[in-house]
DNA sequence: ACCTGAACACCGTTCAAGT
DNA sequence: ACCTGAACACCGTTCAAGT
């Protein structure tokens, strides 16, 4: 019972904010978010679970750091990126941007999850619209018209958009589909007929909830194209 | 310990899947979906908390039920809406559709997060979209570009969004605002200098994440006018 | 200052048993 | 067929106690 260590070298280095945090990073990023309990998170630091109060006030503010990390990661993802300046061609310069903080949510596929979840304000997520707030204005926006826009955009300024069906994780759908085709046929005439003309070509590069790029950036650009054209009819 | 039965009358009415269903949209329209627990919801029924379990798979099952409930509701509105025939006015006869299914919302403000966790598929969901793959169908869409348009709209299609800060539910978050204004100002300059200029008008008709009505409206539309040119342009 | 053991209240759920 | 009592494994968390 004692020789089990997940993480045995820095066994030894004392607990701290941030390697709680890291390390419950670490804890969903293997097993998902069901799996970072408290006494979870302890055992893979090689620690009791009470432990963890010392550090963080509860699980509540666990998860509000989590997502504080990693929207950090996102802040640091686009601030790498070297787009055109907003005063030539905003829509590019936060298409990459926002696509750039997509990919770190595909690094964490339970991040979209957990950030829709946390209702208490975010620093990290403050300076990320911050940018996309500049990006704006130096496009020539009014705040009004930024305003709307950040509410617009929503999460999908984040990089992920939350899909309200999906195929059921691990179960490969293909059964409903065949199955029930006949049954829906008269009562949902128009989905079934779409399902039938649509090729829904790369099924492997899904987010979380079934969304996958194509999709994610056809709203992200009709969005944008939106946006453009209310600043331009102002 | 015996008397106290939340639910008198109808006591001595045998359980039902759909009794259990729409106790707990009751539960959790009083308390939140945090005290819709097995065992509250049973108490809530005048019944031991394993006798849901001869109507209800498991707590998952359960709320899968619920969402289906709720989005019932919402097609039972979306049903009653009189709007403009597609053919000739698309957008108000989706709008309004979509601003009816919004009031479902209104009413169980704990839905949007309810529908939004659930993963697995939801016949009431398809068929409510079913009803809005038809608008468009008629209104002269291709499949392909109805499909990009049902993902493009997502849960907004629903009348909701899961807005990302928000002031903390209870805490009339002021003090932030006002106390860290100064400390802001040279980090987020922008932010801060919108926040000044923004006139918040009414902050009472919000939905669950501070998503109020002209926010919503603003991103619905900007969208429905995206989709519009895109049918246009082809 | 930092960590822990024992204990508490509360979950969802199983299973054998009642009517 | 429908409901229940007792019990289990697992949560988050408190609190007094250790170093």
């Not at 070297?82 to 905003?90: K, M, Q, T, Y």
């Not at 690094?107 to 704006?136: D, F, K, Q, S, V």
């Not at 705040?143 to 994780?169: C, W």
Request: charged share 25%.
């Amino acid at each position: 019972m004692t020789a089990q260590r997940e993480t045995e070298p820095q066994s030894r280095i004392p607990l701290s904010r941030d390697r709680v945090l890291r390390g419950a990073v670490a804890v969903a990023d293997e097993g998902g978010l069901d799996t970072l309990t408290m006494r979870n998170l302890a055992e893979a630091l090689g620690v009791e679970a009470m432990s963890l109060y010392y550090h963080v006030a509860n699980k509540e503010a666990l998860l509000d750091g989590v997502a504080e990390v990693i929207v950090g990661e996102v802040l640091a993802e686009a601030e790498t990126v070297e787009g055109p300046a907003p005063e030539e061609d905003w829509k590019t310069a936060m298409r990459l941007r926002i696509l750039a903080a997509r990919q770190v949510m595909l690094r964490h596929r339970w991040a979209p999850y957990l950030i829709e979840t946390r209702t208490t304000m975010n620093p990290a997520l403050l300076h990320y619209y911050h940018g996309l707030l500049e990006i704006w204005r130096r496009a020539g926006f009014s705040y009004d018209l930024a305003h709307h826009a950040m509410h617009a955009l929503g999460s999908r300024a984040l990089g992920f958009t939350q899909e309200l069906f999906e195929p059921a994780p691990g179960s490969d759908d293909e059964s409903v589909t065949d199955e029930m085709f006949e049954k829906m046929a008269d009562q949902l005439p128009y989905l079934v007929e779409m399902l039938g003309e649509i090729s829904h070509d790369d099924p492997e590069t899904t987010i979380g909830w079934c969304d996958d790029q194509t999709e994610f950036e056809f709203g992200l650009d009709l969005l944008l194209d939106g946006l453009e054209q209310r600043r331009l009819t102002g």
